[in-house]
């Protein structure tokens, strides 16, 4: 996958930068010192999941993201930290180049708030070099709501509808999604002193999850239209939009492939955080 070899891509140059590293000045150390300090980040968030196929570049769907939080150092490399993170996830078929995508016409916004705590571990001193990378992994949850816009632009929460036939007696094994997950991001980064108090960092986290509704798509099938309808004739129209552009109505092969069950989606984050050194 695209974003895997980026991750990868990005690990190897964060190894280059630790190893062409130049020792610092006396006086710019950075965190080095400090056992507690404070950080904010801003950039932005890509999504990867059902609304994305195989070979899709994610950064093609890019939105914000933002985050606060603390670390506090156990000892010198090791630190400790508490994150809360904010972002935008979107995807669009009208984007993806497949057909049977392009035919599907699906799509989803939803804003994500995260949290977690996660050990972060230094590669190099920064009192004695002016950059080093680092690396880090926690668990945390995360609360999302995809919505969607109908083809006049209002705004519809998909969870509600039940899109794949969430709580039909005729589906007893498909059942309503929480709006709540856990999460795992794990992350690499730099890390420039910029004075004693203040450290500039660039940071790239990947976010494992365990709900495959981030993007309220799922299964690969299509629940029975009649009995979607006869519950609220609104959903069928945001479980196949194919009408819309011209591929014609709710499918009558209900076999036809929807989303994937066995991959779960996921999210990449990429900031510039400034971090505060007491």
């Known amino acids: 996958m695209k974003d895997l070899k980026f991750y990868t891509l990005s690990c190897c140059l964060m190894i280059c930068l630790a190893s062409n590293a130049q020792k610092s000045p006396e006086g710019l150390n950075g965190d080095a010192g400090s056992k507690f300090s404070v950080h904010l980040g801003a950039g932005t968030a890509a999504y990867h999941g059902d609304l994305m196929q195989s070979n899709a570049n994610m950064f093609n769907q890019l939105s914000y993201s933002f985050n606060a939080?603390?670390?506090?150092?156990?000892?010198?490399?090791?630190?400790?930290?508490?994150?809360?993170?904010?972002?935008?996830?979107?995807?669009?078929?009208?984007?993806?180049?497949?057909?049977?995508?392009?035919?599907?016409?699906?799509s989803f916004k939803s804003t994500v708030i995260d949290l977690s705590i996660s050990a972060e571990y230094s590669i190099?001193?920064?009192?004695?070099?002016?950059?080093?990378?680092?690396?880090?992994?926690?668990?945390?949850?995360?609360?999302?709501?995809?919505?969607?816009?109908?083809?006049?632009?209002?705004k519809q929460y998909l969870r509600e509808l039940g899109t794949e036939g969430q709580g039909l007696a005729a589906y007893p094994d498909r059942k309503i999604y929480k709006k709540s997950a856990a999460q795992f991001p794990l992350g690499i980064g730099a890390k420039y002193p910029i004075n004693e108090?203040?450290?500039l960092q660039f940071e790239l986290n990947y976010h494992i999850t365990t709900t495959d509704y981030l993007d309220d798509v799922s299964l690969n099938s299509?629940?029975?239209?009649?009995?979607?309808?006869?519950?609220?004739?609104?959903?069928?129209?945001?479980?196949w939009r194919g009408?819309?552009?011209?591929?014609?109505?709710?499918?009558?092969?209900?076999?036809?492939?929807?989303?994937?069950?066995?991959?779960?989606?996921?999210?990449?984050?990429?900031?510039?955080?400034v971090a505060y050194n007491f």
């Open 124 to 154: 190099l001193n920064l009192d004695r070099y002016m950059v080093t990378p680092y690396i880090s992994a926690g668990v945390g949850m995360m609360f999302f709501n995809p919505y969607t816009n109908d083809a006049s632009g209002n």
């Open 69 to 106: 939080g603390a670390s506090y150092a156990f000892i010198k490399k090791l630190r400790g930290r508490f994150d809360v993170g904010i972002q935008q996830l979107q995807a669009a078929d009208k984007k993806n180049s497949g057909a049977q995508y392009k035919a599907r016409n699906l």
């Open 243 to 273: 009408n819309e552009v011209g591929q014609g109505g709710y499918p009558k092969n209900l076999n036809l492939p929807r989303g994937n069950p066995k991959d779960k989606d996921g999210y990449l984050t990429m900031q510039v955080k």
């Open 222 to 239: 299509y629940p029975d239209k009649t009995l979607l309808d006869a519950r609220n004739p609104l959903t069928a129209t945001f479980t």
């Open 197 to 199: 108090n203040l450290t």
